[in-house]
């Protein structure tokens, strides 16, 4: 096997390099300032080579001209890999990250994990990782859906936790009845994220927080029991905007109440 710049040398020794001229490899895309990062967490034993960091700082602006999909696709890459908690015990690297990625405000959140954190971590997705980076309390997340481009379906995901947080909360506002009128016009994976974002961000692990994450795991979202024909029928209420305020203040009051409701509760909304 022809081996002209000597690669399996240096994988053997666990030296990370550029094939040929570092500066020349690193204009040709920029994109592999963060590769390097990965490369280097995932197979160095070595310390960093300083003519190489010199050449990554002189260059750092030019990920600035990569596009938004890039930059996300490889941040996927980078912190979804086995040996991305690592990069705690790497000042250049993390340095160089945080300079790439501004946005990761939070990034030290993933320096100390708890035991359930730990333990969890390798099984938790992107999006989910990526909370825990950006949400601030700050408009951290506006900005970064802003800059990024990331599906709407991850947008909301990321929105949600982040409305949670803005809010004062504590362990109190952890609650069935809270969470239930999140679950039903959110969904069951805006409540685990919300749960699992406290149990991640704790120092202590709250056993309350873990009976909920298990009480939503598999909940069905239940179907209101009283529906437009209904009301048009036995309560006469004319097709209109009349029924449409009716029929959801009938609702909001059953996800309140548990996702229960009774006649009496019914007809004096009817009357309101």
């Known amino acids: 096997m022809f081996d002209p710049y000597d690669g399996k ?40 080579n300083p003519e190489i960091i010199k ?7 030019g990920v ?3 596009s938004s999909e890039r930059l996300i696709d490889e941040l996927k890459k980078l912190t979804k890999s086995s040996a991305f908690i690592k990069i705690f015990k790497d ?20 320096k100390k994990l708890n035991s359930y954190a730990l333990k969890n ?15 601030d309390g700050s408009d951290n997340v506006d900005y970064f859906i802003y800059k990024f481009n990331i599906s709407k379906k991850d947008q909301k995901r990321l929105k949600v936790i982040d409305f ?32 699992n974002f406290k ?27 009283i529906g437009a024909n209904v009301l048009m029928n036995k309560y006469k209420i004319p097709e209109g905007k009349l029924l449409g305020i009716k029929l959801k203040l009938i609702e909001e009051t059953w996800v309140k109440n548990g996702f229960q409701i009774s006649e009496k509760q019914i007809q004096k909304i009817i009357k309101s």
Do not use: W
Not at 16 to 31: H, S, T
Not at 55 to 61: D, V
Not at 165 to 177: A, M, P, Q
Not at 202 to 217: G, I, P
């Open 9 to 48: 040398k240096d994988l053997e020794n666990g030296i990370i390099n550029f094939i040929g001229n570092a500066e020349d490899r690193i204009k040709e895309d920029y994109l592999r300032i963060l590769r390097y990062i990965r490369f280097f967490l995932n197979y160095s034993n070595q310390s960093h």
């Open 199 to 225: 149990l991640f961000t704790s120092k202590t692990v709250e056993k309350k927080l873990l009976k909920l994450a298990e009480l939503y795991k598999d909940k069905i979202i239940p179907t209101l029991p």
């Open 121 to 135: 971590l390798p099984k938790i997705d992107f999006i989910f990782l990526l909370s825990l980076m950006i949400v």
């Open 91 to 110: 000042e250049i690297g993390l340095k160089l990250l945080e300079i790439i990625f501004p946005q990761l405000k939070n990034l030290q959140n993933l």
């Open 164 to 195: 949670f947080y803005k809010e004062n909360v504590s362990i109190k506002n952890f609650t069935e009845k809270n969470f239930n009128e999140i679950f039903y016009f959110n969904g069951r994976q805006a409540v685990i994220d919300i749960i």
């Open 55 to 61: 050449i990554i700082k002189r260059n750092i602006e």
């Open 64 to 66: 600035s001209k990569l």
